[in-house]
C-alpha cells in the first residue's frame, strides 16, 4: 500500500494517533502496579506473536534484510517505550500527549539537516504554534521528571519516524512492526533481569492490547511517512491530543483546564490550515500538470 496525497496520509495518522491514545489509557490504567521493564517486556513480547504468524504466511523478503537500521530503530523504540510507561503513569493523559507531540516539532529541524527537505514558511509558523501550545498546556513551572520522560518519548518518536527512511522499500510494514519488537527483545529482557522484580503475568493481556493498538499507529506512520515528506504531513500527529483530553475526560475523570483548551486550539488550527494548504497547493499543481498536457504539441 502507497499514500499518494498530503490529504490522504495526514488523514492516516490522524486515525492512529487517536488509536495511539487508546495504547496510551490502557497503560495508565495499570498505573504503578507493574514493574517498567516487565510490562515494556510484555508488549514487545506480544507484539511478536501477533506479528510472526502474519510474517511467516505473507514473507516477502528475509526477516533479515535492513537488520542494521531495524536494531537501530528497536532500541530507539525500547528507550522511548520504557520512558512513556513513566510519563503517562505519572501526568493526566492529555498532559503527557501534548509533550509527546513535540515529535513532529522535533522531525522539522532533523529533516532538513539529515534529509534536505526544505521547510516552507508555513510548515514552520505551523510547527512554532504547536510548539507554543504545548507550552500553554504543560506551563514551564510544572516541568518535573514525568514531564522530561514525555520529552525523550517525543525524541524517540521523532528520531524513529525519520529513521522509516533508512529501511529497505519492499518491506511489508508487518515486517517492519516485527523487527522493531524483536531486535530490541534481548536487551528488553536484559533489563528486566536487572530490573529483578517477581514476575507477574497478570499484567500482560493489558500490555497485549497497548501493543496492538501502538502496532496500528506505527503502521499508519509507516505508511504515511514513507511516502510523503515529513515537513508536509508531522503537524498531523497534533490530532491525537484530542483523543486524549476526551479519553482522559471518560476513562480517568481528568478534567482539562483553561490552559489545555487554549493550548489545544493553538495546536489544532495550524494542523487545519496547514491541510488546507495542501491541498489547495495539490489541486494547482495538478492543473498546471493537466494543463500542460493538453496544451503540449503533438508528436
Given amino acids: 500500500m502507497k499514500v499518494t496525497s498530503v490529504g490522504a ?10 488509536i495511539a491514545v487508546l495504547s496510551d489509557a490502557l497503560i495508565k490504567s495499570v498505573g504503578n502496579e507493574v514493574p517498567i521493564f ?7 513480547l506480544s507484539a511478536v506473536m501477533i506479528l510472526l504468524p502474519v510474517y511467516l504466511l505473507t514473507k516477502q523478503s528475509p526477516l533479515m534484510d535492513g537488520f542494521k537500521w531495524h536494531a537501530v530503530r528497536a532500541h530507539v523504540w525500547l528507550t522511548g517505550a520504557t520512558f512513556m510507561v513513566t510519563a503517562i503513569s505519572s501526568l493526566p493523559l492529555a498532559t503527557a500527549n501534548a509533550i509527546f507531540y513535540a ?4 522531525m522539522l529541524p ?25 507550552l500553554v498546556i504543560i506551563r514551564p513551572n510544572q516541568i518535573d521528571w514525568a514531564a522530561l520522560s514525555a520529552l525523550v518519548v ?29 531486535a530490541g527483545i534481548p536487551v528488553s529482557l536484559l533489563l528486566v533481569l536487572i530490573e529483578g522484580e517477581t514476575w507477574d503475568w497478570s499484567s500482560f493481556p493489558v500490555a497485549a492490547g497497548s501493543s496492538l493498538f501502538i502496532m ?14 515529513s515537513n508536509k504531513i508531522a503537524s498531523a500527529e497534533y490530532s491525537g491530543l484530542i483523543g486524549a483530553v476526551i479519553v482522559g475526560f471518560i ?10 483548551a487554549i493550548g489545544t486550539v493553538m495546536i489544532v488550527l495550524p494542523l487545519i490550515w ?26
Fill in 154 to 182: 517525543a525524541i524517540t518518536l521523532a528520531i524513529n519516524n525519520l529513521l522509516i527512511r533508512k529501511l529497505p522499500k519492499n518491506q511489508s510494514v508487518t515486517h517492519t512492526l516485527l523487527m522493531t519488537n524483536l
Fill in 9 to 18: 496520509a495526514m488523514l492516516l495518522l490522524i486515525v492512529g494517533n487517536l
Fill in 216 to 229: 496500528i499507529y506505527a503502521a499508519t506512520c509507516v505508511l504515511a511517512y514513507r511516502s510523503i515528506e
Fill in 103 to 106: 515529535a513532529p516539532l522535533l
Fill in 110 to 134: 532533523l529533516a532538513a539537516i539529515f534529509f534536505g527537505e526544505k521547510l516552507s514558511a508555513q510548515s514552520i509558523i505551523a510547527a512554532v504554534m504547536g510548539f507554543a501550545g504545548v
Fill in 251 to 260: 476513562w480517568f475523570g481528568e478534567v482539562p483546564d483553561v490552559f489545555m
Fill in 38 to 44: 516487565q510490562f515494556v517486556f510484555y508488549r514487545q
Fill in 274 to 299: 496547514l491541510s488546507k494548504r495542501e491541498r489547495k497547493k495539490q489541486k494547482r499543481e495538478q492543473a498546471a500538470k493537466e494543463h500542460k498536457h493538453n496544451h503540449a504539441p503533438a508528436a
